[in-house]
């Protein structure tokens, strides 16, 4: 199979969607940010002119757009640019988009996407750095996708722009270059079917978006050491394929959660409450949690290095939890 | 004055305005009587607004309308009992009971979703305009709000928007503000807005701007349509200002028949005007304007006009008897309809 970058496989799967779809629209549109992957988009621009809009630094103003447009008969594909930025949109997208469905007693669907850049990029310091998927899990309403190979993201994306929901894409810039085997042609992932991307007995390693490419690290360390790592990716949040995650804890009996979000209330503090109520049973060692620490993000990179989840902190949870 | 119909359609239209204010009329006399539907708003007072406005909308024009929402609906033609189901919570209201008051919905006549957010459907409004000019579809985008809305940010990022991409898009502001006192008199809020005019906040993004007397039924069936015709051929938006005095009843914070249920033989019997709220009766309720303007006009005689509003009080008896009669919705029915 060919081997692409998962930057090269998201243009590809808006190449196609915009081809094969005419409904589909594309507001704002950056997608790759500031990073050189842009070129990619620029790319699309050219091909697809009349497709794609630049609204107005609007957050609310322009995915509240979207939303009405889904509503009328669009399927917009909506860029937000930084996780954080997300925060301006909230009335509309949390509090209208993922209301609308159950509201109006199943009359109106809102079949639009929202992409953002999630996490610590890198310098972003406080404002620009944030994992929102936590705070969109606990707005029930939202699709949650989160990719983290360059298969997953261009079928995924499919799945997203054919669902009749709302759904949040939450993406990482430090994805963008990660190559991996992707197929030729059309093909669509499902949403609800995690992937066991790493096959293992000793423990249990559930992990999401970049977290899942920190934790394969971690799992090829560890390998070495003679623990084998089972690594879990949900790959959407909304729908939780909760079955896969509670068979690989039933096989090895040991789970470390990792997620960029803030400790408190984060993804991983969900996914560990559902091993907990469910899979009790099969635990031999309390569960781990790596993830964000719960303060805002600093600018400087010793301090940012010190709060992030990251491969070295994976290995240290993973041991504590084999010993 | 009278919008410029047929004597028959004006008729039509009369009937629905009854329609409006007796519905309205029965729920505050059905919250009296011990049943909660929650925080609720009426639209006494408005019907000259909504009733010429909605009229005017084709199959593919989509609204958008607010917390205040019962009164556009029944313009468009909702069904009072399945609409008067939905606020009591019952099984068989419009939005199967999960939206109430705040957010009646009816997609067949063209509302797309009802938001209990202030100023909540601006942008959305927009995006359905956006959605018509890009399937090509010649319709417009309605969208209703009050004058409250326009204190909110998204007002002015929708109206940027609308001006930049031409969208065919009518922001229809009602402003009920007239005559209210507000929060600090310990009423319900009004406008706290530096504008002088708020047609000042529309017309820096090159939005033509107009306001007109909402309790002019004529005037507003010409703004309106006016704006619609912009839209459809130059697919530009248009924000329009209607003009309302604040209903007695709306003034306390929990909605009060103050006026008592609208007596239209004060349309022709000014003697029969009780002293307090006189003004109302006299100038500024909109219905028994357009009542007197059709008695004036030749177009009705007192006896047709009572005759309507008989009409129009026997269908909401029926439609509160539906809505109570209806059942509740079945408990776990809480689970469905969070994902299409």
Redesign the interface.
């Known amino acids: 199979m060919r081997e692409i970058t998962y930057a090269e496989a998201f243009a590809e799967a808006l190449r196609e969607i915009l081809r094969a779809d005419k409904?589909v629209?594309v507001i704002g549109g950056y997608f790759f940010g500031l990073s050189p992957r842009r070129a990619l988009i620029s790319q699309l621009r050219k091909q697809f002119p009349a497709r794609f809009?630049d609204?107005?630094i609007?957050e609310?103003?322009?995915?509240?757009?979207?939303?009405?447009?889904?509503?009328?008969?669009?399927r917009p594909i909506v860029d937000i640019g930084t996780g954080s930025f997300f925060f301006q949109a909230f009335?509309?997208v949390l509090?209208?988009a993922a209301n609308?469905?159950?509201?109006?007693?199943?009359?109106?669907?809102v079949?639009a996407v929202f992409h953002m850049l999630h996490g610590i990029r890198g310098g972003g310091a406080a404002q620009h750095s944030h994992s929102p998927q936590a705070m969109l899990w606990n707005t029930?309403?939202l699709?949650i996708m989160l990719p983290a190979s360059p298969r997953d993201v261009k079928g995924l994306l499919k799945t997203a722009v054919l669902s009749?929901?709302p759904t949040v894409f939450v993406d990482h810039a430090k994805l963008f270059e990660v190559r991996g085997e992707v197929p030729d042609g059309d093909y669509a992932i499902p949403f609800g079917q995690a992937e066991v991307k790493r096959s293992g007995k000793d423990v249990t390693v559930v992990a999401t978006s970049l977290m899942v490419v920190r934790a394969l690290e971690a799992a090829e360390e560890l390998a070495k050491k003679g623990i084998e790592v089972e690594v879990v990716d949900p790959r959407t949040l909304v729908p939780l394929d909760k079955k896969t995650i509670l068979a690989s804890v039933a096989k090895t009996g040991r789970l470390v959660v990792v997620d960029e979000c803030h400790r408190s209330c984060g993804v991983a503090s969900e996914l560990v409450a559902i091993v907990a109520e469910e899979g009790f049973d099969a635990l031999k060692a309390p569960v781990k949690r790596v993830t964000t620490l719960d303060v805002p993000v600093p600018f400087s990179r010793p301090m940012e290095a010190y709060i992030e989840p990251s491969r070295e902190k994976i290995i240290t949870a993973v041991l504590e939890v084999v010993k | 004055m009278l919008p410029k119909l047929p004597r028959e359609k004006l008729l039509d239209l009369y009937k629905t305005m009854l329609v409006m204010r007796r519905f309205e009329e029965a729920l505050i006399k059905l919250t009296k009587s011990g049943i909660s539907v929650g925080h609720f708003h009426v639209y006494i007072g408005q019907e000259c607004t909504g009733g010429p406005a909605l009229s005017l909308l084709g199959p593919h024009d989509a609204v958008f309308t607010t917390h205040r929402n019962h009164g556009h609906l029944l313009a468009r033609g909702a069904d009072p009992g399945r609409l008067m189901a939905e606020i009591l919570g019952k099984a068989t209201g419009y939005n199967k009971g999960k939206g109430g008051t705040l957010h009646t919905t009816v997609r067949e006549l063209g509302f797309l979703t009802t938001s209990g957010i202030v100023g909540g459907v601006i942008p959305l409004a927009t995006g359905a305009a956006f959605a018509a000019k890009q399937r090509k579809t010649d319709g417009a985008s309605m969208c209703l709000f009050g004058d409250g809305a326009l204190e909110e940010g998204v007002f002015h990022e929708s109206l940027n928007l609308a001006a930049l991409w031409s969208l065919p898009v009518i922001y229809l502001c009602e402003n009920n503000s007239l005559g209210a006192l507000g929060q600090k008199a310990g009423e319900y809020s009004s406008s706290t807005i530096a504008a002088r005019s708020l047609l000042d906040l529309a017309t820096p993004y090159g939005i033509p701007a107009v306001s007109v007397d909402g309790t002019d039924a004529g005037a507003v069936h010409q703004a309106v349509q006016k704006a619609l015709a912009r839209a459809r051929k130059g697919q530009s938006p248009t924000f329009i200002e209607a003009k309302t005095f604040r209903w007695p009843g709306s003034r306390p914070i929990w909605p009060e028949l103050l006026t008592g249920e609208t007596d239209l033989k004060l349309a022709w019997d000014l003697k029969a005007i009780p002293k307090k709220y006189s003004d109302w009766y006299k100038k500024k309720d909109g219905l028994l304007r357009f009542t007197r303007e059709l008695l004036k006009s030749g177009r009705a005689t007192p006896e047709q006009i009572l005759e309507a509003d008989r009409a129009a009080r026997t269908q909401i008896e029926r439609a509160v008897r539906f809505a109570q009669e209806s059942p509740e919705p079945k408990p776990e029915a809480a689970l469905e309809d969070v994902f299409a």
């Not at chain 1, 609310?60 to 669009?74: F, R, T």
């Not at chain 1, 609308?100 to 669907?109: E, L, R, S």
């Open positions: 409904r629209c809009f609204p107005p609007a609310a103003g322009y995915c509240g757009l979207a939303v009405g447009a889904a509503m009328a008969g669009l009335p509309q509090n209208e609308t469905y159950y509201m109006t007693g199943g009359q109106t669907k079949p029930p309403g699709e009749d929901n």
